[in-house]
């Protein structure tokens, strides 16, 4: 239904990377979502009035909280894709993240809840009424989530929508949640024996647990996580390909909303080259990091030396020591200066996050191991971190 309604409603419906385009998708599927889960709301909610089952009646009103989260996730996409603006230059882009923020805090809210009447009922039971109705409404209400939960996360990876993704994973948690619900009763009309209480705590913690992993996911993007590695190959793919840059470092990814990336990177050249040349290779790199990946870029310059086989060989030997005795430690903007009493040698080292040392550790490891196999050097050592 998204796929044929999207074909005339949304106008260049593949260009993916368009605010626009994210936009309308957005607003669709939050429409059709409201739309659904009022409707799977007001029939399960009748079907736990006849039935008198709070955990259908649980069910419900998880339902309800859902068409809730459909508002703020279509007032989200509506947001972002407002232009930038003085107030706002890098655009509304964050506004999805904090729409699925409050997805994920009414779907805690709503298990919290759950959780507390089932307790209630564990220690209170009632009598369930399972009759074909109440069934038949379960049944069709596993169909529509699962039809939700196929395309929210189809459109959530296309779009890379969080909020989408979010919306997804909450879905398949009604499923989990119903399809127990129904075994719960078919049980029950069987043997006579009454679970509802333990059933709608069992829902409950299907609830939590969605809420959990969607509040996880939303925050992680605005307090600022590193770029995937697939993100972080297709740059240094695109880039290297030019024969122009010799390597690529500190490359540093700024992420202000889906489609809103901005990333700086420092690209090695040949330090002879035509200043004037080297600049236009880099500037049609830029584009076409623009036009492929949808974002902007600035590439930071670093010239080295390919001539002096001196200091090539010292990089390499270094390089390959600290590697050894420091792994995932990288060696990068080498170089090897003439002076007296001793030749200079400057270079800057990376370390990824989680390593077991700290940076001054590793720095004076690296001194240390200098000082005695290369004495006949300066050296001057900047360690920094890696931001991907």
Known sequence: MITLLSRFLIKNREQINSPKVRTAYGILCGMIGIALNLFLFAGKYLAGLLS????????????????????????????????????????????????????????????????????KKIWEPEAVAADGLTLTILAISICVKLYMCTYNRSLGKKLHSEAMKATALDSLSDVLATSLVLICMWIESRTGRNLDGICGLLVAGFVLRAGYGAFRDTLNPLLGEPPSKEFVGEVESLVLAHPEILGVHDLVVHDYGPGRRMLTLHGEVDGSRNVFEIHEVIDGIEKEIHEALGCEAVIHMDPVRTDDSAALDLKEQIGEEIGTRFPGVSVHDFRLIACKPKSKMIFEVQVPYGFSKS?????????????????????????EQSYI
Request: hydrophobic fraction near 50%; include cysteine; aromatic fraction near 10%.
């Open 52 to 119: 008198g089952s709070i955990a259908v009646t649980a069910d419900a009103l998880n339902n309800l909280s859902d068409a809730a989260s459909s508002v703020i996730t279509l007032a989200g996409f509506w947001f972002s894709g407002k232009k930038a603006d003085a107030g706002h230059p890098f655009g509304h882009g964050r506004v999805e993240y904090v729409s699925g923020l409050g997805v994920a805090v009414l779907i805690l809210f709503m298990g919290f809840s759950l959780m507390k009447t089932s307790v």
């Open 359 to 383: 940076n001054e550790e590793i720095k004076i490891g690296i001194e240390t191991f200098l000082a005695e196999g290369f004495g006949e050097y300066q050296a001057a050592v900047c360690v």
